[in-house]
């Protein structure tokens, strides 16, 4: 089974900017890196997803190194709002659905 | 905007009763998901749909079954429902510019007493 792993919980304050590392070690080739964004009592966001380097949206940015074991969600000034569970997925697709793995996310608590 | 829609926010139930669980999504995606979210145990697959007719079992399909008769409606169905039945119920459908992005629904709160 594809396994990420990400920290259980942060804490920041508002308009600090907020790095949430996933790693996954077992990546494959094809495998695509997406990340999720959920508020207590609704389903899970799509965020941002990315292959390689470096991409940007206007709620987020996806760091991943050249070896792609890792990646790296970066909020900039976050704000009481993105108090929430992120959840980062690699490869998830209907042909791999062993990787359709959730998980327990990285709950982010953010402090005024 | 993709939208998904489950039948009930909330949802109280008898053991043994029959529950049926609705999801519409209006993307016209072919790929259709349940879910259920449990503390300290995040997401977890039940059943999934690639097409109508169509159904695989997921991680944890005991106690479960799904229907998918039409395109853009995928049922769950608790046939007995069990108090360790309680749990929020997440519908998704997958699609999007990469094509597996996952769409959720709002979910549904179940509660079997």
């Known amino acids: 089974l594809a396994k990420t792993t990400q920290p259980i919980s942060m804490d920041s304050y508002e308009g600090q900017e907020v790095n949430i590392t996933c790693s996954h070690n077992n990546i494959a080739t094809n495998d695509y890196i997406t990340w999720y964004q959920q508020f207590p009592s609704q389903g899970p966001r799509f965020i941002i997803q990315?292959?390689?380097t470096k991409v940007t949206n206007e709620v987020a940015s996806l760091f991943i190194p050249a070896d792609r074991k890792s990646s790296t969600l970066s909020l900039p000034r976050v704000s009481l709002s993105d108090t929430a569970v992120y959840y980062c997925?690699?490869?998830?697709?209907?042909?791999?659905?062993?990787?359709?793995?959730f998980g327990t996310g990285t709950r982010l608590q953010v402090f005024p | 905007d993709v939208k998904v829609t489950q039948s009930s926010r909330y949802l109280v139930k008898r053991t043994g009763e029959k529950v049926f669980l609705e999801c519409v999504q209006d993307?016209?995606?072919?790929?259709m998901f349940w879910y259920r979210q449990d503390p300290g145990l995040g997401l977890r697959l039940i059943y999934f749909s690639y097409d109508v007719k169509m159904k695989e079992k997921g991680d944890i399909p005991e106690g479960y079954s799904v229907s998918r008769e039409k395109k853009e409606r995928f049922s769950l169905i608790l046939e007995s429902a069990s108090t360790n039945q309680t749990s929020m119920y997440l519908c998704a459908s997958m699609g999007g510019r990469a094509g597996n992005e996952q769409f959720f629904g709002p979910g549904t709160r179940l509660t079997v007493l």
């Open positions: 990315g292959y390689k």
């Open positions: 993307m016209d995606h072919e790929n």
């Open positions: 997925l690699v490869g998830a697709s209907l042909y791999n659905t062993d990787k359709l793995i």
